[in-house]
T-cell receptor
């Protein structure tokens, strides 16, 4: 069965610090991977997705993620965070025709 | 606005009452998904529907919960005889096709509080 693990539950950073959030998935077949962001009180919004091609994916707001097949990982990165990046971040995976399975989320707090 | 519309945004029910949550997908999307979000637990899949069909209800509790997506009108998630443990945020998402690489568009959720 598919599963997604996000090992960092809470992350606190100062503005301008670099960010890396871990995500590991378990599905062994063709996999599509996503990062979603949920700002306080709002719905989930898509940050970026990977389904084939270049394993380094660039998304909105300066975020990027790298698909490393050998490690079953899809970590999210941003070189310099801002206070406005304070939110909850969810990694998700889907097979070729499967529903999306979400990780438990990582709460990021950026201190000004 | 072409997004996923959910209503109500907030719903308060007493124990034993029924809760009905509505979801109108993005225009042209025929695939609807319901998720429940609890603190510290992330998003848990509940059910996947296409028009008039339940495709996957593996995440639905066996009792009191049901979902439908009729030919006309919104998708409905129905919780009968609510209990305090049903208090959560319920999110609906839609996609244009079954293939997951399309990703989902999410609604703003319904926050259910059972008192």
């Amino acid at each position: 069965a598919q599963s997604v693990s996000q090992h960092n539950h809470h992350v606190i950073l100062s503005e301008a610090a670099s960010l890396e959030l871990g995500c590991n998935y378990s599905y062994g077949g063709t996999v599509n991977l996503f990062w979603y962001v949920q700002y306080p009180g709002q719905h989930l919004q898509l940050l970026l997705k990977y389904f084939s091609g270049d394993p380094l994916v660039k998304g909105i707001k300066g975020f990027e993620a790298e698909f490393i097949k050998s490690k079953f990982s899809f970590n999210l990165r941003k070189p310099s965070v801002q206070w406005s990046d304070t939110a909850e971040y969810f990694c998700a995976s889907g097979g070729a025709t499967n529903k999306l399975i979400f990780g438990t989320g990582t709460l990021l707090a950026v201190q000004p | 606005n072409a997004g996923v519309m959910q209503n109500p945004r907030h719903l308060v029910r007493r124990r034993g009452q029924e809760a009905r949550l509505r979801c109108s997908p993005v225009k042209g999307h025929s695939h609807v998904y319901w998720y429940r979000q609890l603190p510290e637990e992330g998003l848990k899949f509940m059910v996947y529907l296409q028009k008039e069909n339940i495709i996957d209800e593996s995440g639905m509790p066996k009792e009191r919960f049901s979902a439908e997506f009729p030919k006309e009108g919104p998708s409905i998630l129905r919780i009968q005889q609510v209990v305090r443990g049903d208090s959560a945020a319920y999110f609906c998402a839609s996609s244009p096709a079954a293939e997951s690489f399309y990703g989902y568009t999410f609604g703003s959720g319904t926050r259910l509080t059972v008192v």
